[in-house]
């Protein structure tokens, strides 16, 4: 193959690394060789071979596309389109992250889960709305260990197991031969249990504003439990965070999420989000299976109806929904929200979420959560 | 090796399969041959990647060998298994003492299941992986694996290789992201819904003796509905579907009537269906014919 064909190829790798692609060695090869097998002169076959073999997913076509006309037509290239921040509602998460950071040092030294029977068990109980910045960042590992429970589903995979439910035929049978066939010993095999799928959608709208920290440490860990936890944040639409919550860090991911959701602190489309996430997770059968938990207080302010049949739909493809309110903490409250009375018929388990307690009560009913018996 | 030195004869050979393809799967099909390497197709349910791999198999005179995924597949059913009740049947049969366990972990008491009938194939073969996001992720390394080296093991008979590499299909209906290593190994191609004179190709062909106008406005109006906010949009496969099910009650064309009657095989969900009906059905009918009119 002639050396600028293959100079251009290498560089238009390097150009695609650039806008974000994984395009590795291997990837450039195998791009080199389709040419290699292809008429160049035909300009679309010459983009399918270096598409197909250069670019590994769906969502990142678009990006392929600008760059080929970009590289290889010699086309104006727009810039990748960017969401526009909210300055106002940035600065104000921004003040309590910096809030939460400083003094980090002398927080690290005492373990919050010593904090002495009469100090935790004050601090289990008090309302995250009501926390000093002190009190919530001794909170925060147990937020975060809480979160780590997560539900099982047996798995239809089976290994030896002495107390098992299916014969083991591959050893029962080597067994037999000692015994002219008769099978003796009865070796069993079990189903293994893994982790059901998990999927958050948590509330950040203005209404949620004090509970919308804790929350998203609680999001944090949980991503962080293993695979199969997907989380999302909505306001007036919704916005995928499991990207932005795979750090290590909370309070990184803390700001992650406040880049990532950017109407953070505005109105609520609860309806409508829900749509989103129906439309586009839904119907990649992200939900299907999955424990579904929705934390908000269920403040639609557009369109409670919408909220019902989204409610519906979701609930029909999950295992079983959670709904968790922080107002429900509040003695005098009635689910009289129109979108929270819309979504009553299909939630499993309502819970609070406005304290540490209520955040232990949420994991233990993730953990043994059974399936609704009626829909 | 690929028995098609170009892309062209290829699609002539699929052609010949009954089967259309666009210039985008068709050279990632002849790129998968020519490079001898896995091929990932991805698109919305209903495009098309099944019958891409059937047509595959036809075009290039090779066996079609199809492993449907589903959460739980395990090697058992994906590779081999022991007939347990031959073997004890066998042991029961014999002499004490006279049967070994060669004799009975040998090939007569094996069943093969379709991986290791592709790699211990001697014709061609197309190996069409089918749905694989619905298997977990466990055996999605296993794959991997045997992707990679085209060989399995099994402890009692030993390794066994492939002597050709089969042609190898994956598709996947995007339940969930696959695995990065898997992605690697195989061309990736996207199948999005055809365009409408290719549709109107499809459904020619298809459906021998079904007139022009009724394929046209078909296609135009199931177009329409893809362009509706729908649970499940319908693929080329429900266009198909609903034309033979027109060209069945002897429609020429289309009218809101028989379209109202018959929805039931292109939208799949009562949400769908409910959608569509009265006013929304009656433009939907007016736009699509004076599409196909054009």
């Given amino acids: 193959m002639a050396d600028a064909v293959v100079r251009h190829v290498v560089t238009f790798g390097r150009v695609l690394r650039e806008v974000g692609l994984e395009v590795g060695p291997g990837r450039v090869a195998d791009a080199l060789r389709g040419l290699d097998t292809v008429d160049l002169t035909r300009q679309e076959d010459v983009y399918f071979t270096l598409r197909q073999t250069l670019v590994a997913r769906q969502d990142e076509l678009d990006l392929f596309d600008r760059a080929f006309r970009a590289w290889f037509l010699r086309a104006p290239v727009l810039p990748p389109v960017r969401t526009t921040d909210r300055p106002a509602e940035q600065?104000?998460?921004?003040?309590?992250?910096?809030?939460?950071?400083?003094?980090?040092?002398?927080?690290?030294?005492?373990?919050?889960?010593?904090?002495?029977?009469?100090?935790?068990?004050?601090?289990?109980?008090?309302?995250?709305?009501?926390m000093t910045p002190d009190e919530y960042r001794r909170v925060r590992r147990l937020i975060a260990a809480i979160a780590g429970s997560r539900p099982l589903r047996a798995s239809r995979r089976r290994r030896s197991h002495p107390r098992g439910d299916?014969?083991?035929?591959?050893?029962?049978?080597?067994?037999?031969?000692?015994?002219?066939?008769?099978?003796?010993?009865?070796?069993?095999?079990?189903?293994?249990?893994?982790?059901?799928?998990?999927?958050?959608?948590?509330?950040?709208?203005?209404?949620?504003?004090?509970?919308?920290?804790?929350?998203?440490?609680?999001?944090?860990?949980?991503?962080?439990?293993?695979?199969?936890?997907?989380?999302?944040?909505?306001?007036?639409?919704?916005?995928?965070?499991?990207?932005?919550?795979?750090?290590?860090?909370?309070?990184?991911?803390?700001?992650?999420?406040t880049e990532a959701v950017t109407d953070w602190g505005s109105g609520t489309r609860i309806g409508a989000s829900l749509k989103e996430f129906n439309d586009l997770y839904g119907k990649r059968a992200l939900s299907r299976g999955a424990v579904v938990v929705i934390v908000s207080d269920g403040w639609e302010r557009q369109d409670p109806e919408l909220v019902g049949r989204e409610m519906a739909r979701l609930a029909r493809a999950a295992y079983a929904v959670v709904w968790v309110n922080p107002l429900k903490g509040n003695p005098d409250y009635q689910p009289l929200a129109g979108g929270m009375r819309a979504a009553l018929p299909y939630i499993d388990r309502f819970l609070t979420g406005h304290n540490l307690r209520s955040l232990e009560e949420l994991a233990a009913v993730l953990a043994g959560i059974e399936r609704r018996h009626a829909a | 090796?690929?028995?098609?030195?170009?892309?062209?004869?290829?699609?002539?050979?699929?052609?010949?399969?009954?089967?259309?393809?666009?210039?985008?799967?068709?050279?990632?099909?002849?790129?998968?041959?020519?490079?001898?390497?896995?091929?990932?197709?991805?698109?919305?349910?209903?495009?098309?990647?099944?019958?891409?791999?059937?047509?595959?198999?036809?075009a290039t005179g090779s066996r079609l060998i199809r492993l449907q995924c589903y959460e739980g597949l395990d090697v058992a059913h994906a590779v081999y298994e022991w007939n347990y009740p031959r073997q004890l049947l066998h042991i029961r049969a014999a002499q004490e003492g006279t049967v070994s366990e060669d004799e009975l972990f040998g090939p007569e008491f094996l069943i093969r299941r379709p991986l290791l009938e592709a790699i211990d194939s001697d014709e061609p073969v197309v190996l069409l992986i089918d749905e694989i996001d619905r298997a977990d992720e466990e055996f999605e390394a296993f794959l991997l694996e045997v992707l990679s080296d085209f060989q399995i093991t099994i402890p009692e008979l030993g390794t066994i290789r492939a002597r050709r590499k089969p042609a190898v299909i994956l598709t996947s209906n995007r339940t969930r992201e696959l695995h990065d290593a898997l992605k690697r190994r195989a061309l990736f191609h996207w199948i999005g819904h055809p365009s409408i004179d290719r549709?109107?190709?499809?459904?020619?062909?298809?459906?021998?003796?079904?007139?022009?106008?009724?394929?046209?406005?078909?296609?135009?109006?199931?177009?329409?509905?893809?362009?509706?906010?729908?649970?499940?949009?319908?693929?080329?496969?429900?266009?198909?579907?609903?034309?033979?099910?027109?060209?069945?009650?002897?429609?020429?064309?289309?009218?809101?009537?028989?379209?109202?009657?018959?929805?039931?095989?292109?939208?799949?969900?009562?949400?769908?269906?409910?959608?569509?009906?009265?006013?929304?059905?009656?433009?939907?009918?007016?736009?699509?014919?004076?599409?196909?009119?054009?």
């Avoid at chain 1, 440490?217 to 695979?227: M, R, Y």
């Avoid at chain 1, 499991?242 to 990184?252: I, K, M, N, Y």
């Avoid at chain 2, 459904?203 to 022009?212: D, N, T, Y």
Wanted: charged content about 30%; glycine content about 8%; some cysteine.
């Fill in chain 1, 166 to 257: 299916r014969l083991d035929m591959r050893r029962l049978i080597r067994a037999s031969l000692r015994t002219g066939g008769d099978p003796v010993d009865r070796p069993y095999r079990a189903r293994k249990e893994v982790p059901r799928k998990l999927v958050v959608l948590c509330d950040v709208s203005g209404s949620m504003d004090a509970y919308a920290r804790a929350l998203v440490l609680f999001l944090h860990a949980a991503v962080g439990s293993g695979p199969g936890v997907e989380a999302f944040a909505f306001g007036t639409r919704l916005s995928r965070l499991t990207p932005e919550l795979g750090t290590r860090d909370p309070e990184a991911a803390l700001e992650k999420c």
């Fill in chain 2, 199 to 294: 549709e109107i190709e499809i459904v020619k062909i298809r459906i021998p003796g079904v007139s022009e106008r009724l394929a046209a406005e078909a296609a135009a109006f199931v177009r329409e509905l893809r362009g509706l906010d729908l649970a499940k949009p319908p693929g080329v496969a429900e266009t198909i579907d609903w034309t033979m099910a027109l060209n069945a009650l002897g429609k020429q064309e289309i009218d809101a009537d028989v379209v109202e009657q018959t929805l039931g095989s292109v939208l799949k969900y009562r949400e769908d269906i409910e959608a569509v009906r009265d006013e929304t059905l009656a433009q939907l009918v007016d736009t699509a014919r004076a599409t196909a009119a054009r």
């Fill in chain 2, 1 to 58: 090796m690929s028995a098609f030195r170009t892309i062209d004869e290829l699609e002539v050979a699929l052609q010949a399969a009954d089967y259309l393809p666009d210039r985008g799967l068709s050279t990632a099909l002849f790129l998968s041959l020519a490079l001898e390497k896995p091929l990932l197709l991805e698109g919305e349910a209903g495009v098309g990647k099944t019958e891409a791999a059937k047509s595959l198999a036809v």
């Fill in chain 1, 91 to 130: 600065q104000k998460i921004g003040e309590s992250l910096s809030d939460a950071s400083s003094g980090e040092q002398d927080e690290e030294m005492g373990d919050p889960l010593e904090l002495g029977a009469s100090g935790h068990e004050l601090l289990r109980d008090k309302d995250f709305a009501e």
